[in-house]
């Protein structure tokens, strides 16, 4: 028997309520279609764009069946995947929910830190629409941890407390000149490009899909020469983003270790690689290479203003917040999943553990009651 198109968006949206934003950004060649059996003799089944198809023709029509008699009121802080993830959720649960986020709109890293030409915002803008129509609350540019805290939180009412903010700061390489007015930080200037004049030649400090992001949208932003480099030979990106920013332009260059930023560009010197791949040395001699910019794109950290302001809140040694089996923190009725937990990952590793985290978190609430 034939499944209509919307009896299919509905199974995919219950199963990831992300499904339309997944089906666009993830990493496919590492699981969905890498993991497809066709793949091993020929190609492999297009799960992604199937999926975004039918999730995208879904999202305008779907009509969610929302109780309405509300449940106990919750707080979701920070408005990313992970926190759309399980306010969602929770609204078909019955419960009351707000979302608390620190910009102007929704989305998290995957408005403010995926670029408009891979995932258009629209998308995340008919996604609000929904969400709103859900009942779901939404308090914008409220960052948590500032002015209001989790305890005022749980003063005004609140049951329980999902942590979703992801990693928003920059990692530095601890070098000289990282503070010169031609150094920038890859995960600040992807939230905002229009705001950054990098001239026309740009180096880049990083192979990660991050990177990939900026080396691409630096060249969609008038830059004409843009080089990602990096110490060994390993590229942490996947290989249809790499391949993306090479068709876009840009270069690469191995076996380059950071020494320092100068006014006008990076200083390396050269690793040696043995026959396994491994730096195992740095020759002698240093290679400035010129730069109207250089933009380091390692990685990014959490910020740690909700471990500083709320009392029995822990974190890593990197900052990340420490929760049990059940997503819960190490402060009770406190929940986190995502990149604030597990460090920068996909979107769908995101909405995995946030799935995880609202059914224990519906658990906690039903027995407080």
């Known amino acids: 028997m034939a499944i209509h198109i919307m009896d299919a968006g509905a199974e995919l949206f219950q199963n990831n309520p992300m499904s339309v ?5 993830c990493d496919h060649e590492q699981q969905c279609a890498g993991h497809c059996v066709l793949g091993k003799k020929g190609n492999p089944v297009h799960f992604s764009s199937i999926e975004n198809y039918i999730s995208d023709t879904y999202l305008d029509r779907m009509k969610l069946q929302i109780p309405e008699e509300k449940k106990k009121p919750v707080a979701v802080i920070g408005a990313g995947p992970a926190g759309l993830t399980v306010a969602i959720i ?30 258009p915002k629209s998308i995340l803008d008919r996604l609000e629409k929904q969400i709103l129509a859900m009942g779901i609350r939404i308090r ?49 200037y992807l939230e905002n490009p229009a705001a950054y004049d990098l001239g026309e030649k740009v180096a880049i400090i990083g192979m990660g899909n991050a990177a990939m992001d900026v080396a691409r949208t630096a060249l969609r932003n008038g830059a004409l020469q843009v080089t990602l480099y990096a110490r060994g030979t390993h590229v942490a990106a996947n290989s249809h983003e790499m391949a993306y920013a090479e068709l876009d332009g840009a270069q690469f260059v191995f076996g380059k270790a950071i020494e320092r930023i100068t006014e006008t560009g990076p200083v390396f010197k050269t690793s040696v690689i043995d026959e396994n791949n491994k730096v195992v040395g740095y020759e002698e001699g240093e290679d400035q290479v010129e730069a109207d910019s250089t933009i380091i794109a390692i990685s990014q950290g959490p910020r740690n203003r909700l471990i500083r302001t709320t009392v029995g809140l822990e974190g890593s040694d990197k900052g990340l917040l420490i929760v049990d089996e ?44």
């Open 140 to 188: 914008p540019h409220t960052a948590i941890g500032t002015v209001l805290t989790i305890d005022d939180l749980f003063r005004d009412g609140y049951a329980s407390v999902f942590v979703g903010t992801g990693v928003w700061k920059a990692r530095n390489l601890g070098i000289p000149g990282e503070c010169l007015a031609n150094v920038h930080f890859g995960i600040d």
């Open 90 to 119: 929770l609204a078909q649960h019955g419960y009351k929910v707000t979302i608390f986020e620190q910009q102007d709109k929704i989305g998290g890293i995957t408005r403010y830190g995926i670029p408009e030409f891979r995932l």
């Open 21 to 25: 934003i997944c089906s666009i950004v």
């Open 326 to 369: 059940n997503e819960m923190t190490t402060r009770e009725g406190v929940f986190a999943a995502g990149d604030v937990v597990h460090g920068s990952k996909t979107v769908v590793h995101a909405v995995e553990q946030a799935k995880k985290a609202a059914v224990a978190m519906i658990a906690y609430m039903e027995k407080e009651s």
